[in-house]
């Protein structure tokens, strides 16, 4: 027996394209290296090719994976998109030995901008990620480091609560824990955008259209769930403030659901609610951006901070009541939070909003309103010519038109 499954059964989910290494679940995979490759590969790294990365390759040389997975990089807690396997002969976003290049030619790059030589040799071995945005890779310099896994992330300058930069973080001393990180924050069966429902279409569509036994893809897809992280037992238990990750799983949870009362819940067993959740965001900016309002008050009850920003995340209406308190807490009114309230369908927040301006603010809401009006008409314009999804719609875009054109202060 291996994992549950005996090697029978084993050997028909690698006919399915299914493979399981370190307790987690790999689709679309893809056959292993040969000895040759891997000498090839190797004779290009600084130090040996650690035992699991070997055992990986000796196992499957590509594939998916469905699970998050989650690293702090610059103060931000960040969502890493480790989906690929890269592998030989794949499209350029997963092409093993493309990446391989890509990074000798980096490391000749800095070498000459230091006014060195590089030696040829790789530091980092790329071994998966997710297009050009993520990447995962081996460290393969001699010494305590070697053959942990690091995190690479592309930095978004400009974007609201992004990495203004790329971003870097150790994620495991080796592979098989990094595998062990992979989780399901999220079950599958109740989220639609849980990576799990990739995993449970796959297992579908192998039994519907390639004959797999009904009973060996239940098995898989109940051996697949054991990543689901639990964070309601610690809750019930009242030792959910000793574990960050659960609770700030708990909290996501909350406010995807609006849920006050889990809020509350949550602060009365000591939660922080002054902390990155998402990006650089904190508990009350992505309660607004989620338009999660009643659970924005009970974090508000708690004292969770607000940012001077705040007021710039609404984007369905807010009630007055809600924007008087952000306002008393310390969020900034300005033209740009008066407009989001107006063109949300709150004249009485925008007003509450400018009353917190100070004098010009009418000339200065006049000309963001202009800009953001006329932002919204040209993507009505291109979604009634068929060249744009929105997600507002035809309708829901000419009504931000409209509460924009009919407030005045």
């Not at 989220?191 to 009904?214: A, I, N």
């Not at 007021?311 to 008066?338: M, N, T, Y």
Request: with cysteine; net charge negative.
């Amino acid at each position: 027996m291996s994992l549950g499954f005996t090697p029978g059964e084993l050997g028909a989910l690698r006919e399915h394209g299914i493979a399981l290494f370190a307790d987690r679940v790999l689709i679309s995979v893809q056959p292993p290296l040969s000895d040759a490759r891997i000498a090839e590969i190797e004779a290009a790294c600084e130090g040996p090719l650690p035992q699991a990365l070997l055992d990986l390759w000796r196992l499957t040389a590509g594939g998916e994976l469905a699970y998050d997975l989650r690293a702090r990089m610059d103060g931000n807690e960040e969502a890493l998109s480790w989906t690929e396997l890269f592998y030989d002969g794949s499209d350029q976003y997963r092409d093993l030995q493309g990446w391989i290049e890509h990074e000798q030619e980096c490391a000749q790059e800095a070498a000459a901008e230091d006014g060195g030589v590089w030696n040829g040799k790789l530091r980092y071995l790329p071994i998966g990620g997710f297009e050009y945005c993520d990447r995962i890779y081996v460290a393969m310099e001699p010494g305590p480091r070697a053959g942990s896994v690091v995190a690479w992330k592309q930095g978004l300058p400009g974007w609201t609560h992004a990495l203004q930069q790329d971003g870097i973080a150790t994620i495991a001393p080796d592979l098989y824990s990094a595998f062990a990180a992979l989780s399901l924050e999220t079950d599958p069966n109740e989220d639609e955008d849980s990576p799990g429902v990739r995993v449970l279409e796959y297992l579908d569509e192998r039994v519907s259209d390639h004959g797999m036994p009904q009973a060996l893809a239940d098995r898989l897809a109940a051996f697949y769930r054991r990543a689901l992280v639990d964070w309601r037992g610690p809750l019930e238990a009242g030792t959910l403030a000793d574990s960050p990750r659960l609770a700030g799983l708990a909290l996501q949870h909350a406010l995807a659901k609006d849920d006050a009362a889990l809020v509350r819940l949550l602060a009365a067993q000591g939660v922080r609610f002054d902390v990155a959740l998402r990006g650089s965001a904190q508990p009350v900016e992505i309660a607004l951006m989620q338009h999660a309002y009643a659970a924005a008050e009970a974090l508000l009850d708690a004292g969770a901070p607000v940012s001077a920003t705040a007021i710039h995340r609404f984007d369905r209406k807010p009630s007055p009541e809600l924007v008087q308190r952000l306002l008393e807490r310390g969020a900034v009114g300005d033209a740009l939070g008066v407009a989001r309230c107006a063109a949300c369908g709150s004249p009485e927040a925008a007003r509450l909003v400018a009353q917190a301006c100070g004098d010009g603010i009418a000339e200065a809401y006049a000309e963001v309103r202009d800009s953001m009006a006329g932002s919204y008409q040209e993507d009505l314009r291109r979604v009634r010519a068929g060249k744009l999804s929105h997600y507002l719609g035809a309708d829901g875009l000419a009504e931000r038109v409209f509460n924009l054109r009919e407030f005045s202060l």
